[in-house]
Each structure stands twice: as C-alpha cells, then as structure tokens.
C-alpha cells in the first residue's frame, strides 16, 4: 500500500477481511481504513479525515493551498495570453496567395520593454507570494522548545513528548488549535514526513533536526506517509496524527504515564512469561518490566494503538497473532524476525500486549 497524497495503491491488501485490488483509487479507502473509525469491538471512533492536499486542516497547510491556486490562477493566465497570441499571430499573419516576403521589423523597443517589465513583476509577485507562505509555514525556531521530538526509523515512527515525557509509536496524538512544533530526526535513513491535510513535507535527516509548525483546526484523525523512499518497506510506513480536544488530549497523555495494570488470567499471564523468555525484550520496552530494548517500537500502551506496523494492519487479536508469529509474512524486509512460535504461544503474547493500554 503506497499513500502519495490522495493516491491509493493496493496489492491484495485483506483488512478486517475484506481485500482490495483497486489501483489508483480511494474507492477502497472504507474498507481499508474502518479500523480508524471504529475501535476493536466496532464502536465509533474519532472520523477519518481526507487525505487530499486540498482538504486543508491547519494555517500551515492553507497557507500550501492558497499559494497553489495563486500560481495556479497565474500560470493559466499566462497559458491563456501566449496561446491566444499565437493563434491569432498564425490567422492574422498567415502567408497568402501573392504575397511578397513579409515585412522585417528590426525591433519595438515599447513592446520589447512591456514584455521584460510584465514577467519582472510576475516573477516579483511569486516572490513576495511564497516568502510570506514559507514565514506562514515555517516561521523561526529560535528560543522554541519542541513539543514532540519525531524520530523517524525503518520502517515506523517514534514519538517522544519532552514536555510530559510520553513515548510512544507509529500514532501522533495532538491537541486541537494549538501551535506545536515538531522536531524531525532520523535513526538510520532519510525519511520525509508529510501529512497532506496538515501541511508541508519535511525529510527527517541523520544527525541534522529539521522542523515544522503545525496547528491542527479540526478534530479527527488524518494519514500521512513517509514521502522519500527509504527502502523495502517504504510504502508501508504510514503516518497517524489524531488530533483531539484539549480535555481528550490531556486525559490520553494521563494515561499513557500510568504504568498498565499486571496481566490477569492465564493466558496473558503466559504471554507475559513468553515475552521475557523470548528475545522480545532485548528489542521491546514495557514499562516496570525487565523488557528494556529500543531497537523497536515502545510497547507499554501498544493495546491502545489503532494498527500495528505503522498502518500495516489494524490492532486486534487476531492480527497481533499473526504478527508476532511471522512478520515478514506482513511486512517482508521489516528488521523484526520470526520467532518460530506456535500458534498458541503467539496468541499468549498477543492477549497481553492486547491488555497493555
């Protein structure tokens, strides 16, 4: 699956069971996405948002929207005016039966000056136009602390909020009509964030912090994807910002700073068990466990999560089971290897993740 602005494209891609074979379509976004919209037990969810860059959500991307249709609108003036002077030049002008060789012009200096002034002030108004777009979008910096450090890795995305000390994966939780600024960074590659109806692209680089402004103004949860390639698994690191109300926003940091509650009943029981004898800890951290790995995604609150594999399936039971069993089954090439489990012990591990919310 391949995300490029309003783009789908789908290669027998089965979600909640259902299968889509549409190519260059958002007819199956429905059935793809309904696991953003309803949580595991079918209940509504915050709304699915459009992809669409021209569904602006925030100053920053209205600001990406507004200078389009400017240069749009100009572009096509300028279309229109050469095409119509050439075809008028190619009827008013057109040889005739009789006629001599055309008369030789060596120059008009008035219209010489009208067509060297008149693209000046174009090219000055695309100027003025896009360095007030670009102060909008991406004013200075200076003596502004991040509010979420984003840090890119193949293939998901890790969240970290200094302010609060949350950490957490794949899924950007924001508050709605607040100004907040994103520091980008990268683990290994480079990497792009871009959420289209949110505003503009920005690589995340090794060693070099980029950042951007985002001011989300309507609630809901809205894709992105990473928009430079960055290797096998490129078209399957999907981005999720949900953007919620303050009190919402306030009550989900709340809750993931408490520590989950310990695994009650025999399989998760079992599962937590698993999980520490396995190599799963030495990639994994959950909270006020022995598990303490950062090579992959935090844990602590993964029953939370909406999906799983940054977008590549929806978090249930069942395709938590599946992962865990084989993963490269779902994702091939990601850096997470096949523990060859039973099914019955990858259903033990994936009750208690399921637990830990």
């Given at each position: ?21 549409v ?6 976004a ?8 309803e949580?595991?037990?079918g ?20 600001a ?25 030049a ?8 009789g ?13 010489e000056t009208l ?54 994966a794949?899924?950007l ?29 920005v ?34 690191m ?5 953007v ?15 520590v ?85 012990q ?12």
């Amino acid at each position: 699956m391949y995300w490029e602005g309003r783009v789908l494209i789908s290669n027998n891609l089965q979600m909640h069971g259902k299968t889509c074979l549409v190519h260059n379509s958002t007819a199956c976004a429905p059935a793809l996405f309904d696991v953003l919209t309803e949580d595991t037990q079918g209940q509504p969810r915050m709304k699915l948002q459009d992809t669409s860059v021209f569904d602006a959500n925030s100053p920053q991307a209205r600001a990406i929207l507004h200078l389009f249709y400017f240069d749009l609108a100009i572009s096509a003036v300028i279309f229109l005016t050469v095409a119509s002077l050439v075809l008028y030049a190619v009827i008013r002008f057109r040889q005739r039966p009789g006629e001599g060789e055309p008369f030789q012009d060596p120059g008009n200096p008035k219209l010489e000056t009208l067509w060297t002034v008149i693209p000046a002030l174009i090219l000055l108004a695309l100027l003025v136009a896009t360095a007030y777009t670009m102060r909008v979008v991406n004013p200075p910096v200076i003596r502004s602390d991040p509010n979420v450090a984003v840090i890119a890795h193949q293939w998901w995305w890790e969240y970290r909020y200094p302010h609060s000390g949350v950490l957490t994966a794949n899924e950007l939780h924001m508050p709605l009509g607040k100004k907040w600024l994103l520091r980008l960074e990268s683990a290994d590659v480079i990497h792009d964030f871009w959420v289209p109806g949110l505003g503009a692209k920005v690589d995340a680089i090794p060693g070099h912090p980029n950042y951007l402004w985002l001011t989300p103004s309507k609630t809901g949860v809205y894709l992105g994807t990473c928009a430079e390639f960055c290797g096998e698994e490129h078209a399957l690191m999907g981005i999720r910002v949900i953007v919620q109300s303050s009190e919402e926003f306030e009550a989900w940091q709340q809750s993931q700073l408490r520590v989950p509650a310990k695994p009650t009943g025999v399989e998760a029981e079992r599962g937590a068990r698993l999980f520490e004898e396995r190599t799963c800890m030495n990639c994994h951290t959950i909270a006020d466990t022995k598990a303490r790995g950062t090579v992959g995604p935090d844990l602590t609150h993964v029953g939370d999560r909406q999906t799983l594999g940054s977008g590549a399936i929806p978090n249930t039971l069942d395709q938590l089971t599946k992962w865990i069993m084989d993963p490269q089954k779902i994702k091939p090439g990601c850096n997470m290897p096949s523990l060859k489990l039973t099914e019955s012990q990858a259903h033990d591990i994936a009750v208690y993740l399921e637990a830990l919310k």
